[in-house]
Nanobody, 127 residues
């Protein structure tokens, strides 16, 4: 069993920064490797993967956020972060974190690969 709770969303102006957090609570499992992804969905648009991390370190980013967003984890806090810099109005969306057991290189950005999801946190960027 895996539970994910996102936090850190908010409203800000373009060019600003925000750090999202995904607190992970999980029951013991026979699996040791995992992937965590950050996804977003804007009104009227498909959900898209923006960043993903494999438990062994590899990361993966959507082209639209490369160089601006950074995914990381603090295992001592069971938390995965998404640092978002140079935010643009088109980054406005509900952001979700998701979990899958099993490592993958590169970690996937397809939402169909993940089977545990948080409730989301809203990010609104104004021009």
């Amino acid at each position: 069993q895996v539970e994910l709770v996102e936090s850190g969303g908010g409203s800000l102006q373009a060019g600003g920064s925000l750090r999202l957090a995904c607190a992970v609570t999980r029951s013991p499992s026979r699996y040791t490797n995992y992937c965590v992804g950050w996804f977003r969905q804007a009104p009227g648009k498909e959900r898209e993967g923006v960043a993903a991390l494999d438990s062994n370190g590899p990361t993966n980013y959507a082209d639209s956020v490369k160089g601006r967003f950074t995914i990381s984890q603090d295992e001592s806090k069971n938390t995965v972060y998404l640092q978002m810099n140079s935010l643009k109005p088109e980054d406005t969306a509900m952001y979700y974190c998701a979990w899958k057991w099993g490592g993958w290189k590169p970690p996937p950005l397809a939402d169909s690969e993940y089977n545990h999801w948080g409730q989301g946190t809203q990010v609104t960027v104004s021009s």
